[in-house]
């Protein structure tokens, strides 16, 4: 590891410590040369997928438009960013636990939904309009007293629960 000061390529770990429920290791640092110390973060590197796009095209996955994605649809709402942060490490192992190389975009939206709808209603709604492509009012008024009917899950409810049928979560478009 260089060494941010005077890119000296020697050093000692002082302190190393577990994060994010272990998926990384903060590690403090010492340059043995100019006695700088710094922080490097260590995390499991996942093979590359690819997101099979709703019209077949293909992309790389990136784990920074998940976020943005996420950020955005909490944008002005009560959740803090550590839950933003917990919540894309729980999609990013669920997606890692069901997929090897190529992940439909439909299972990343999927995920996303849930734990939207367990961190904050009104970022579900957001996020569920432009993920289903609400055409009408009438879509986010059916689709918010969906929303309202249903208890609100705590954590422990939604890692048990069981996805609803494809048929019952999309509204069909003719």
């Known amino acids: 590891m260089r060494c941010p000061k005077c890119a000296g390529q020697d050093d000692k770990v002082i302190d190393s410590r577990s994060s994010k429920e272990g998926a ?6 010492e340059c043995l040369s100019c006695n700088h110390r710094f922080t490097t973060y260590e995390q499991v590197e996942h093979d590359l997928l690819t997101v099979i796009k709703r019209d077949g095209r ?5 784990r920074e438009k998940l976020v943005t994605g996420i950020r955005r649809a909490c944008q002005k709402r009560p959740v803090a960013e550590e839950d933003v942060a917990l919540a894309v ?8 636990a069901d997929f090897d190389r190529e992940v439909p975009s439909d ?7 849930r734990e939207l709808r367990r961190l904050d209603p009104v970022a579900y709604i957001r996020f ?6 609400f055409e009408e009012i009438t879509d986010f008024v059916e689709e918010a007293n ?4 249903m208890p609100r899950p705590d954590k422990r409810q939604m890692e ?8 019952e979560r999309k509204k069909e478009r003719p």
């Open 24 to 29: 990384l290791i903060r590690r403090r640092r």
């Open 58 to 62: 293909r992309e790389p996955f990136s």
């Open 89 to 96: 490490e729980g999609i990013l192992e669920s997606i890692a």
């Open 107 to 113: 299972a990343i939206g999927e995920r996303v939904m």
């Open 128 to 133: 569920a309009s432009i993920y289903r492509q």
């Open 146 to 149: 969906r929303i309202a009917a």
């Open 160 to 167: 048990l629960a069981v996805d609803e049928p494809e048929g």
